[in-house]
């Protein structure tokens, strides 16, 4: 592979597939597709502030869960602002791996690009993460930061389907979201009325555990870590093989 490039954008959003949904639009404007947002938010300091100062705590949790050597396909589905996707990325180069980075709006692809070395092993690619054009069992490991909690109920069950699919048996699916704070944590009283009112969905994550919006029968082993006082976690999933799961 050459270096970075750019897939599938930008485009129209006339394919279907491929249209902003409905939820970033009447939802999340202000944060992803409104021209101002890249300039307001592409900010280490706000990201962190967003984050209650924990964000370089929970990109180190990704890329310790990854591991040093990253060789093969790894996939990121949604971009996120700061650096966790250019550090994956080098990761990924000096393993001799490449990186694939899945957003639905252009905007934040152009602005992953601008982020990328010229020379980065990774591949730009518009496509909703709820109907990822890749074959089955396409990737080595996949990242989901912070998506799941923006999607309404469905989408998020097909994202998780389609990381299933994606990911070859006994790859690592990485998701790292919001979760319910401890009783004793300030922020589940305060944080609770905001996350509701800007973020209608967050609050599944709260009531829920992630595996509930997993495909049913499917062998999964999952294993969760929560950070911060509970505010946040990261879900690791893996698909087991079928001679993993068998009882013997
Ligand atoms: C990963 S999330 C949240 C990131 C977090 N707020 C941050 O920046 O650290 C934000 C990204 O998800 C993308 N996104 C939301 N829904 C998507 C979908 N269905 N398919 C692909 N990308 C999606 C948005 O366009 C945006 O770039």
């Not at 021209?35 to 180190?60: M, T």
């Not at 555990?209 to 929560?226: A, C, M, N, S």
Request: charged share 20%.
């Amino acid at each position: 592979m050459a270096g970075l490039t750019i897939d599938n954008f930008p485009l129209c959003n006339s394919e279907p597939e491929r249209a902003i949904p409905h939820y970033l639009i009447a939802h999340y404007w202000w944060a992803y597709t409104h021209p101002a947002a890249v300039r307001v938010f592409e900010r280490p300091w706000l990201v962190n502030l967003i984050l209650f100062g924990n964000y370089a705590r929970l990109c180190n949790a990704v890329l310790a869960e990854f591991g040093e050597s990253l060789p093969g396909r790894t996939l990121q589905v949604a971009c996120v602002y700061g650096d966790l996707t250019p550090k994956l990325s080098r990761r990924v180069a000096q393993s001799g791996g490449v990186l694939d980075v899945v957003d639905v709006v252009p905007l934040q692809l152009q602005n992953l690009a601008r982020k990328l070395p010229e020379a980065a092993r990774t591949r730009l690619l518009h496509m909703d993460s709820a109907k990822l054009e890749a074959p089955s069992s396409r990737y080595d490991r996949a990242l989901a930061f912070f998506l799941l909690h923006e999607q309404p109920a469905a989408h998020r069950e097909k994202t998780l389907s389609e990381l299933i699919r994606v990911v070859k048996q006994g790859g690592k699916i990485v998701i790292v979201d919001y979760a319910l704070p401890q009783p004793w944590h300030p922020l589940r009283y305060l944080w609770r009325p905001l996350l509701a009112t800007l973020e209608p969905f967050a609050l599944d994550l709260w009531g829920e555990q992630i595996t509930k919006w997993l495909p049913p029968g499917i062998p999964v082993q999952t294993r969760k870590e929560l950070f911060f006082g509970g505010l946040y976690q990261k879900v690791v999933i893996t698909v087991e093989s079928e001679l993993s799961s068998c009882t013997l």
